[in-house]
């Protein structure tokens, strides 16, 4: 069967490239092209990045990979320099460098900011560029604010926390390897101080957090599955139980899922339930630019709270 690759090819079309920020070009997986499901494309300049989601024959591929480069070449050759194919079917993914070359020290710019990424990785590239919006939010509500942020992979909201003039940024993660790149993100971005970098396992180390308590500003974005650590369906409520010890009487938090069978109310049923009443409901972010869903229940969900008084 062939497939019609038109709709990306209009995606790229309607990128701002020009800005040379991180962004997402098409998002297939939001059904928006049910043939493209499969299917998302990013810039992270000066690299165009495919990921697939199902395993693609290898002429459908190459006929994929040589129209986006002839693409790119033809309109933004001093833009776009390199193209990087990851397939994440099954239990394994396989990155692949298809054309050009790409930046010994790898970083992207978003709103001022810079992030490294490694687009070689077999996991996740350093950056989500669905959490624009989140670390828009945060830049905005950090003016001299003490900030926790929990489950801080590679510690992207924290930069952006002091990028908006935090006083001091709290980040815990239990891997000591993503903390170590976000180390290297604030040092980048000439952070060296008001920031603290915790390797623990949350769900253990609420004591460490209320001894610090209480924070500003809560940011609690979980994996939606890490092995032998934290399942979102069930291991949330863990923590937001514990939330209310942390508060004061203004605290700002945003609570994030990022799981496909947890709709919007459902996931406000459960903050309610194991917050005891203790947070309200401010408001949904706004899905970041490009990343259209057919199913707003189904995409990202980035909550904002606020303590009730």
Known sequence: MTIDFTPLINALADTPFADNELCRVFHGRGHSVEALSHINLDFYPPSLFLVSYSEIDEVTLTTLTDTL??????HHPE??????????????????????QLPARHSVAENGVRFLVDLMSKQNTGIFPDMR???????????????????????????????GGADHVMNMDMSKGVLKVGKQNHQLNGFERGVSFLPHDILKSFG????????DLIIVDPPSFQKGSFILTKDYQKVLRRLPELLCDTTQLLLCANSPELSENDFKALIE?????????????????????IDS???????VYKTKT
């Open 69 to 74: 480069w002839q693409w790119a070449q033809h």
């Open 79 to 100: 833009l776009i320099t390199a193209l990087v194919y990851q397939q994440r079917a099954g239990l394994q993914s396989h990155n692949t460098l298809v054309h050009g």
């Open 133 to 163: 919006k989140g670390r828009e939010f945060v830049m905005h509500n950090s003016k001299h604010a003490k900030v926790l942020n929990l489950f801080s992979y590679t510690c992207g909201f924290s930069v952006a926390a002091m990028h």
């Open 208 to 215: 460490k957090l209320k001894k610090a308590a209480p924070f």
């Open 273 to 293: 339930e194991h917050t005891q009443g203790a947070i309200g409901f401010v408001k949904r972010l706004e899905p970041t630019d490009r990343f259209i869903e």
């Open 297 to 303: 229940d189904k995409s990202i969900k980035a909550l």
